[in-house]
């Protein structure tokens, strides 16, 4: 991994990181909360739902 943030010229990320950038890439465009979880491997639903997160400043979020 670090290799490859060295090449993409980018901060060094966990896969961690990675694997939440992704669910909440696809929580953003839509893709459902069920779909998500399959694609991550979890059983639980409310452990997907914490790897979401909402990119909008939470004012934003309130308009």
Known sequence: MRRACVKANITQKSTHKI???FASKLDANGV???????????TDTQMT???IYNPLPRMKLLK
């Not at 459902?32 to 979890?42: S, V």
């Open 49 to 51: 739902l914490g790897y």
């Open 19 to 21: 694997r939440k950038t």
């Open 32 to 42: 459902q909360t069920d779909e998500i979880r399959i694609l991550l491997g979890h």
